[in-house]
């Protein structure tokens, strides 16, 4: 019985079908996502402001001297700005806002921010800091800040509202070579958010 153990034995080492495992086939995993999230974001503003240090006095005075009060020109405020990474996190990014003068002298001015937002599902929040360049009827430029805030009333879709400040520099006086004025303005709008997943 012997001799007979041994041969099996060895017949069952020998044969590749018996001593392999057997084969599994291999199944291709999924190329990994290239890209990084973002949410294009589009708004339109109407605003008011008040602008304090003005020498040549503005149409609407509200105080008694040129270093007090006066309310600026309403205006209307186009933006358009992009986001980058996870949506459910801090995102930032980039916002160009476009201001055209609804009243008295006709002023553009263009505001080129850097801004972080983040959303918290119908609830979101921003700020945004950069410089803003009055392009007519004078060319100057200044620094603009800014906070806001967004109420999704469905899907991308909501309610916005912000709060601006401004220095600007401009023509200067007897007392000043180069004179600031320093803006605080409120704005309202609509605004629309697309998210994009790569």
């Known amino acids: 019985m012997r001799p007979t153990l041994v041969l099996l034995g060895a017949v069952l080492v020998a044969s590749p079908a018996l001593?392999?495992?057997?084969?599994t086939e291999k199944t291709e995993e999924p190329a990994p996502k290239h890209g990084l999230p973002l949410t294009v974001h589009a708004?339109?503003?109407f605003g008011d402001g008040?602008?304090?240090n003005d020498p040549f006095r503005l149409a609407t005075v509200l105080?008694?001297?040129a270093e007090e009060v006066s309310r600026t020109s309403s205006y209307v405020d186009l933006a358009a700005s992009i986001t980058l990474g996870d949506p459910r996190k801090f995102q930032p990014g980039f916002s160009l806002h476009v201001s055209l003068a609804l009243e008295g002298v006709q002023q553009t001015a263009v505001a080129p921010t850097f801004v972080v937002y983040r959303r918290f599902r119908d609830l979101a929040a921003y700020a945004r800091a950069g410089f803003s360049i009055v392009a007519t009827p004078e060319t100057t430029w200044g620094m603009e800040g800014a906070l806001g805030g967004i109420w999704?009333?469905?899907?991308?879709?909501?309610?916005?509202?912000e709060i601006v400040g401004d220095l600007f520099y401009g023509a200067g006086t007897r007392e000043v070579s180069a004179?600031?004025?320093?803006?605080?303005?409120g704005q309202i709008g609509l605004?629309?958010?697309?998210e994009v997943i790569p």
Do not use: E, K
Request: no cysteine; net charge positive; aromatic share 14%.
């Open 19 to 23: 001593a392999s495992p057997p084969h």
């Open 43 to 45: 708004a339109a503003f």
């Open 50 to 52: 008040l602008r304090f």
């Open 63 to 65: 105080g008694s001297s």
């Open 152 to 161: 999704f009333v469905r899907g991308g879709i909501g309610l916005v509202a």
């Open 179 to 185: 004179a600031a004025y320093p803006v605080l303005s």
């Open 191 to 194: 605004t629309v958010a697309w």
